[in-house]
């Protein structure tokens, strides 16, 4: 039991190590690592009007439970 949860723990740790590196998807490369350039749009208040009170927009950064009403 404790070595299945130490090759477990080795196993998560090397693939959390790799998560912010490039990967290739059908031979096209993709960066995993977030991206940090900010888009400034302008606002239509006709479209926001049509949108749900209740609706709720994931925020880069915070995890779920956090914007959850």
């Known amino acids: ?28 490369g993709v960066s995993l690592e977030a991206n940090k350039t900010p888009i400034h749009t302008a606002k239509n208040p006709q479209a926001i009007a049509l949108l749900p009170q209740d609706l709720h927009l994931a925020v880069p950064g915070n995890s779920p439970s956090r914007w959850r009403p």
């Open 1 to 28: 039991m404790q070595k299945t949860t130490l090759l477990l723990a080795v196993a998560l740790a090397f693939s959390a190590s790799s998560w912010g590196q490039d990967v290739k998807i059908n031979g096209t």
